[in-house]
Structure formats: structure tokens, C-alpha cells
């Protein structure tokens, strides 16, 4: 036993967002000198529970102690201000300022106040990144001109030039290429040498294997272990504790085995790559059928979707609709054969915000309400709303603005958007995403009736439980690749989990 | 679809009153209150110069100053509204009309008589218009920069075609329509085609896939793409629009002064878009509103006409300006808030 | 949908290219008639030693302005014994400078300045003058007399006192009689100088009040809007002095339109149109006070004497003036004839 206190406990925190209990008494304990990593699938609290630590949220309840002592982060500054910080995936650094610039942005050593003396800023940047094992990083040049894995050494020396004794780091390996994950983890091998703790956030195992010291396991809001030692539990009990649940979500029954049509597909991927995202693939689509996606962030899921619907132009491979190519590059094309999409981002890239749920809906079929360009309000009401009464979107009344509506609700009215286009290959891309848990099992019985409704349904999906409930084939992929396909009642959470983090099946 | 269709807007009694959720007459009203406090703004500016001037402001022939004056800039601030709308700007609407304006009573276009002056005045509005919509849609130009652009080029063009001459019109057909005589109804033609352009944009832009596209580029251009839309194309669309509003706008002028001038049209790109602004469109896109954009023109040439009348110099309409600008907004984010 | 697309898309390019073809053909603007202002009054033909001229001036962007540039380029073409280098005109203070150090390293023999900006544009005077170029300062004065060998202008002050004076002597004995004043730019103190003479000149008639003043920004646009509203701010007023006859152009369309015909009105500077609709004398524009753009002719006159050695004819001195102050005349129907070449457009 260490004979002081652990550097940070964390314990019984609970945090409630509308409709989700997003931490439900999570304990976690960080000691000086170690690397502590946090497992979890998507939606398991991780990000929520950094985000505490990093006191951009407040917890509902629950006791933060430093050093045995309790505190409270009241905000990011107070937590930078103790000791933590916290590199996000999305780095935080500006690219037009030099290397120095920023690590020293917002307490620039200074002259009489207000002079930046720019030498020094260097000189102790210098050194800061020497400690980080990457004094090759020029501290003047610019950090647009650097690498990704240059960046996140730049985060670093930045967290570190506050008197740090935390750093939080949200999968810093996501984008970079192994060799630098190598120079990465020398620099936080580095800093725990040094008596710094880190918080490492990362979805491999075989990352968390070679750099973790203890792991704590979360799942549904909960810390289902804490403190197992990294290097030897085994694979297998790290992947059960990840996806034993205890909420079971309802999915609608399959169709019953052979009753996937077996005529023409309506959908056929030829050898559809792009480079540095995806690798060639071949997907056939048939009506009437759900085929899912499974992979982590960055795996190219996304982008495989928004590739077959023309919102990025593929640098090989085709895509064809009942048997004719559609052009490449082509949103308009993909939508007039009867394509589309759901995309991840909802607020970003379908809805219009301001405007009403009718609106929302009928802005892809307008012609169908126009003459002569001239819209028949009524016919167009009357038709979103039909649409939308399918679905069971509430409120009942079409004229609400689409942002008065919840994530289900304002997921329902992307998808009668494209029922009353009457499309025939529909992409859902993290089709629950911001959606509560109780009406998630209603948005997948909507799913799976307008499958058996006749429409062809691509699924892409983090959360492997929703991609194998709902889908009817499967495809595995990893970093571009597809690893495996498969009947999704040949595959189960374990398995699919084995693949996307390792690649090969780990028995 | 087991439930009939049924008539529109029916519906909105069944709807629980659920905290922020908004019912459509909350949103009318809402809209409704943006357009009362612009007609309460004008009617205290009409009381202003009833008791300042009461003869002279509360005239017929008053009305009938402050709407010819108006309708130049209007028929401009039509065009900018789409443009707004849209999420984009239009900056050179000024120097198109100056252009336009000046191409279309040169010795030569003149000989061609009244069609001559009206068809190159709105041929060189669509011409400046496209070539803003192709370099802002297909050469992803930012339309700040290339409308920026545009001013610069027109102005000089304007200038070149001119060398600072004032380019007097001989035609009579164009100019007995600025004239009494040639007045409808009382009302003056130059009204009329500025009432006419204001309804069509009305409708364009509130009962037309073409609007419902404008709003859905400017208020996400993203999302608009996804859904099939030709955002591109939309673009182009709407700096020709913008750029026949100010064709049109530059006959309305050369009618109206008599003559063409590279000075003209100056500084209308500002006074555009301030009139769209306190209207109640949205600068950074999605939401635009015509009724809005044309009381904004009507507060700004009202308020010109009581400080000339009231034989207020310049400096000081200029600063009277600026505030109503700021007090407008204010007052109209106040009761949009409180209701 | 999209063979429609396309079928619309061929008859905007047909409208497209027709009307290249129209507006191109449109943009000629050659006036019937380019006679240059003071071709008729050559003022000493006796060919002398070859002088260069320098000139800058701002740009052309008003009739009175292009009107400089064309007295200055037709009466350097007069005579044989002088060439003209002229600058593309500009008003941006910097450019100008560059144009007249240019001028000065191109060792020109004399330099007419007609400066955008007049006490901007000293030092550069002064650098000329040192370089021992004489400089013959057209209209905008500079800051100091150190800067310029002569200096020639127009008088704005008496611009505003003649049109006064001729407005006082119009309604003589009319009592309570009323005049209102359409300014140009309120931002020049040239505007403020014609306003200040024109009041100086009304306090001779205690019977005359000056009941408005709209400045209308020397624009045709705003002169129209301005007098419109002028107009309907007064429903009775004896006489109008409207400070230049561009914007002039613009209050008289007003005037027009409103129907109105019971004032007189006094315009300025001396435009083509305006001496026409005098000598034409069917409207209410019964004078204009002048202001005139020969004075780019005479600033060449002084230029090439300046660069002889030689004095103004007329006159017994040896040297030329040191500064020539133009008078204002007013133009009405009894003397237009006279002045009707000088008219600009």
C-alpha cells in the first residue's frame, strides 16, 4: 500500500443529462507516477467522467479528493489550477501561432506586464519538450506545419507548462501512425518517470497492454472494475466486463432465415475506396434487407456512407443503383436513384433549424408539392404530416421548428424526410446517437418495418449491440478495412468487440 | 398513412402546451411581433413629422415623395434580402446600379430610345449578378471578397464609360414616367413597379421551391447538400437576382434623375443591407423577410424626409441614422424576448 | 426535369451572348460634338523655347474635373512649343505624390498640380519647388505660398456672394421674400465658403430669408432627392442657389416633376446644360454663377510663360502674379452666348 494518499479519488459520482444517467456512482482512484486507463464502449460514461475530472461538468453527486483532500472543480480553470489537464481528441491548439505561442497561450511570460518575451517563451519551450524526449520540435515554427503526432507532443509540453500533475488523455493514439504512437508513449513513459499521472483513454488493447499500469473498466455509467493490473488480465475478461449489460435494449424481430430477398440487389458497391480512408469494397444491398457496419471511430464507416451517397467523391470503385453506375461525386444523382442519408451529425448536416418539421421533410421531394415551382402548402402539410404520423413522431403537428423537437423525435423527421421522397436504399449513420434509451427501441422498430416495407437499409453504427440487433448481415470493419461478414445471429458482442480492437479473433 | 389528410393547422389545439415546445400561432405571433414593432417604429416617425411639419408631412404629395424615394433602394433591398437569406452579402449592389445606370444612357444606348435604356439597364444588372454568382458558386469565392470585387470593377467601369460626365436623357417616354403626368391612380409608376417587385418577392420567397431552397442554403448548407439540393446553382440563382433587382433599380433611377452617373447608387450596398438587418433577416442566413426589408427602406426614407423638412443638415441625419439602427434591433430583440 | 433544365439553360446563353453583343456596342459615348473649351482665345502664338509641362490632377470623376483635364490637354495642344505630360488622374494622396515625384525626376520644366487634396499634397509641392521646378497650384490651395511659384483658382467665396447679390437684385422690393440653398458636400470647405458668401451677400437684403439648406453631395441622385423634399418642405419660396450644376441636373428633374415653376433658381459652376436651359430660358433656371474649369487653360498659359522667362501679357510687370484669383461671374440669359463654349458637359 502506498503509504500516502492517491493523488486523485473519485467516488460515488453521478451525473444526469435530460433523459440519461450518463455516470451512475463511478469510482476511480489515480495514483502519482502511473498510467491509469479507461475502457468502455461508446456511451459507457468515459467522456462524461473526463469531463468532470477536467471541470467542464459538475457532478450531481459524489466526492472528488486531491492529495486525500475533497475538492470541488468548479471549471476548467479551477482544474488546471490543482494540477489536471486535458488533451482532447480534438486538439486544441492554434495553428496559426507558433509552437511557443502555444504553449504559453494565456500566460505568456511576459515584461512589464504586457511585452511578450518571445525568447524566453521559447527557451522554456525548448525545454519542455526536451522533457517530453522531442527536442527536434522547433519551438518557432508553426504548428499548422506540424504532424499529428507532433501536435499532441505539443499538447503536452502545453499541459505541462502549468505545474502539472495530471493529464488526462482522450485516445491520443486515434490518429496517429504506429511508429509515432511509439514516440508518443516514450514521452508519457517519460513524464510518469517523472511523478506525473496519467489518464489514458483508448479503445486498443494492445495499447493499453503496453503502456497501462491499471485499468478501470466502465459500462453503462458504472465502473463495472477498477484497478485491475493492465498487463495481464486477460483479453477475454476485459471484453465481458466491457459488454455484460444490464439494459438490454428491445429489438424487433428479424425476418425469418431465407426471407431475405434473394432477386437483384437494388444497391451494389464495386471496388469503392479513397485513399487514406477506406479501402476497396464490395457491398451488395437487396430490398427488404438491414446490412450493418460495425467499427470504431475512424474506422471509415462514415465515410463509406457518405461516399456511396456522392457527398465524397471516391478515388476508385463505383456505385450502382438497380444495376446502373451512378456518377461519382454526386449527391444530386445519388438522391434522384432513390438514395438517402441519415447522417451522424443530425443538427449539423440534415436539419434546418430554424425551420418547421414540414419544412424539414418535405424539403427533399418539393417538386412533388410545386407547380411550376409554386408550392401547394396544404398538399405539402398534409404530406409531411402523413409522414410523419407514420413514424409516430411526436409532437403530432407538423408546424413545430424541427430544434423544439428531442433527438429521436428529430431523428424521425430525417427519416419521414426521405419516406415521402419514397427512397429505396436508405443509410442510417449512428442512427441513436443523442437519442434517449427508451425511444431508441421504438426508432428501431421503424427501421426494421420500413425494411419490411421493401427498403434497403446501410447501418453504421459504434455500438456493436445496435448494429447486431437490427441488422441482418454484418460487416466488420477495421482502420478501412472489412475484417469479416457474417449473418449477424452467426456474430455476437464479444466476438465483433475482438475484431474491431485487434483484428483477429481473440479466443 | 392510416389517418386522412386532413386541413392544415387544424391540429394545433391538440398539441399539449409542453414547456418550449412552440405551436405554429406561437410562431406567427412571433412574427407578428417583428413586423408590429417596425410598424410601431414608423408610426411613432409618422407622429414625429405630423407634429413637427403637420402640413407638409401629412400630405398626399408627401406620400406619394417618400414612396418614389423609396422604391430605387427597395427594388435593391428585395434582391439583397434573397441574397441575406441565403447566408450570403451582396456589396456591389451599389456600384451595379452606378453601372447599369450610366450603360443605359450613354450616347449610343440612348439611340435605341426606351427599350434600349431598359434592356441594357437589366442586361447589365443579370451580366454583374452572374458573374458574382459564378465566381461566389463555382469559384468558391467568399462572397464578401468577390462582390467586394465586383464594386470596385463596376465603380471604375462606370467611371471609364462616363469620364465623370453627368449623362443627360433625351428620351421622353423615360422621362414622362417619373412625371405627374404618368401618375395611376395617383400612385407613381415608379410605386408601382417597386409594389410589383416587392409582392413578387414576396411569393418567390414564401410560397416557391426556389425560396424554400434560398432559406435551406442559408441556413444550413450542409444540410441543404445532403438533401439533394443544387446549392451551387442556388447561388448562382440569387446573385442574378440580386443583380437584375439592381437593373431594374438603375431604370427606376435614370428615370427618376433624369440622367446616369457613376456617383449614382452611392453607398446603397449599406443602406441595403441596414434595412434588411432592422427588417428582421438574418445576417448570418436562414431567415429573411420581405414585409421586414421594405418597412426597413420605408423607416430609413421616412425618417430622410422628416429631417429635410425639418431642414436638419446632414451630419445630423447621418448620426440619426446610426442610432435608429441600433434602437430598431434592440427594441425588436426586446419584444421578440418578452412574449 | 433536366432536358427542362437545359433548354433553359441554352436560352439564357443565346440571351446570354445577344446581349454581349448589344451592351458592348452601348458603351460608345462619343458626343456629337468635342469642342474644346477655350480653343478660341489663343493667348500668345509666338513660337518660344520648348517647355515641358507636367500635370496632375485627381481623378475624373465629376464633369467639372473632366472638364480641367480637357482645357489643360487642348490648350497644351495649341501650342507647338510645349508638351504636355499628363498623369492618370488620382485621389488617392499617396499615388498622387508618386505621380508628381515622378514628374520631378523626369526633370520637367514646369508643374501645373491640381492636388486632391491641398495640404496633403504640400510637401511634394515643396520638393518640386526646391528641385527648382516651379509649380503653378491649380485651385486647391496648398498650405503654404512656399510651395507653389502662382497659384489660380476659382473664388468660392464669391461664388456664394454673386449669387447672392444676383438673387438680392431679382426680388428687390418684394417683401418677405424667402430663398432656400441646395449645398454640395458638407465635408468641403469649399461648401462651407459658398454658403458663408451667400449669406454675406443676403444680409444687403433685409427683405430676403434663407428659410432651408439641404447639402446634395454634388450627386444628380441626391440632388434630386434633396430638391424633391426641399420642394415639399416649402410649399412658397421666391429663388433657389444651388451650389454646383451637376447635382443641378438632379434639382431641376425635381423641380419638374413637381410641377413647380414660382422661384428662381441660380445653379454654379457653368455646365453646358445649364447655359442651354438658360439661353433656352423655359424654366426656372435663370443663372449660374461660374466657376471655370478655363482655369486649367490659363494654369497652362502661366506654365509655359513661367517656363520662358516671359510676364502675362496686359500687364506691366516682368514677372507673372504670384496668385490669380478668377471672378465668378454670373452667366444669365444676357450673356450666355459668350460663355457657351466654356459650358462642360
Known sequence: MAPEPPLLTMSGITKSFPGVRALDGVDLDVQAGEVHCLLGQNGAGKSTLIKVLAGAHQPDTGTIRWRGEPVTLRSPIAAMRLGVATIYQELDLVEHLSVAENVHLGHEPTAAGFVVRGRAARASTAALLARLGHPEIDPSRLVGALSAAQQQIVSMARALSHDVRLIVMDEPSAALDPDEVDNLFRSVQDLTAQGVAVVYISHRLEEIRRIGDRVTVLKDGRAVAGGLPAKTTPTREVVALMTGRNVEYVFPERPAAG??????????????????EFAPLDLDLHPGEIVGLAGLVGSGRSEILETVYGARKPSAGQVLVDGRPLRPGSVRAAVRAGLGLAPEERKAQALLMLESV??????????????????????????????TRELSLRPDNPS?????????????????RWLLRGCRVLLLDEPTRGVDVGARAELYAVVRRLADEGLAVLLVSSEVPEVLGLADRVLVLREGHVVHTAPARDLDEHRVLDLVMEGSPAT | MTQPVSPPRDSTDKVPPVGQHLTWRDMMARADVRTLSLLGVLAVLVVIGGITKPDEFLDTRNLQLVLTQASVIGVVTVGMTFVITSGGIDLSVGAIVALASVWATTVATQEYGFGGILLTAVLVGLGCGLVNGLLIAYGAMVPFIATLAMLASARGLALQITDGRTQIVTIDGVLELGERDSYVLGVPPLVLVFAVVTVIGWLLLNRTTFGRRTVAVGGNPE????????????????????GLCCGIAAFLLIVLSGSGQNTNGNLYELDAIAAAIIGGTLLSGGRGTITGSVLGVLIFTTITNIFALNNLQSDVQQIAKGAIIVAAVLVQRRTASTT | MSH????????????????????TGCTSNEPKDEKPAADDKPADDKRGKEVTIGFAGPQ????????????????????????????????????????????????????VVLPADGKALTQVGLKAMRAGIPVVNLDRV???????????????????????????????????????ELAGLDNLELTQQRTKGFDDALKNYPNIRKVARQAADFTVESGQAKMAQLLQAQPKFDAVWNHDDDQGVGALRAVEQAGRDDFLMVGGAGALSAFQAIKQDDGVLKATVLYPPTMAASAIDLARALGQGKGVGGLAEHEIPASITLYSAVVDKDNVEQYMSTGFR
Open chain 3, 142 to 180: 496648398f498650405n503654404t505660398p512656399q510651395a507653389y511659384r502662382c497659384w489660380i483658382g476659382g473664388d468660392n467665396y464669391g461664388m456664394g456672394l454673386n449669387a447672392g447679390h444676383y438673387i438680392g437684385e431679382k426680388l428687390k422690393g418684394r417683401s418677405n421674400a424667402k430663398v432656400i
Open chain 3, 60 to 111: 475624373a470623376d465629376h464633369g467639372w474635373l473632366n472638364a480641367i483635364n480637357d482645357n489643360a490637354k487642348s490648350r497644351a495642344r495649341n501650342y507647338q512649343d510645349v508638351t504636355l505630360e499628363i498623369t492618370e488622374g488620382s485621389n488617392d494622396t499617396a499615388t498622387q505624390i508618386g505621380q508628381i515625384e515622378t514628374l520631378i525626376n523626369k526633370k520637367v520644366d514646369v508643374l
Open chain 1, 400 to 416: 413545430v421548428p424541427v430544434r423544439t423537437l428531442s433527438g429521436g423525435n428529430q431523428q424521425k423527421a430525417v427519416l419521414a
Open chain 2, 223 to 242: 444540410a441543404a447538400r445532403l438533401a439533394g439540393i443544387d446549392v451551387r446553382r442556388q447561388r448562382l440563382y440569387l446573385y442574378l437576382l440580386s
Open chain 1, 259 to 276: 426471407s431475405v430477398p434473394a432477386g437483384p440487389p437494388v444497391l451494389q458497391v464495386r471496388g469503392l475506396a479513397r485513399d487514406g
Open chain 3, 4 to 23: 427542362l433544365t437545359s433548354r433553359r439553360g441554352l436560352l439564357f446563353g443565346t440571351a446570354a451572348v445577344s446581349a454581349g453583343a448589344l451592351l
Open chain 1, 358 to 387: 414540414t419544412r424539414n421533410v418535405s424539403v427533399s421531394s418539393m417538386s412533388r408539392f410545386s407547380h411550376g415551382g409554386w408550392i401547394d402548402r396544404s398538399a405539402e402539410f398534409g404530406a409531411a404530416r402523413a409522414a
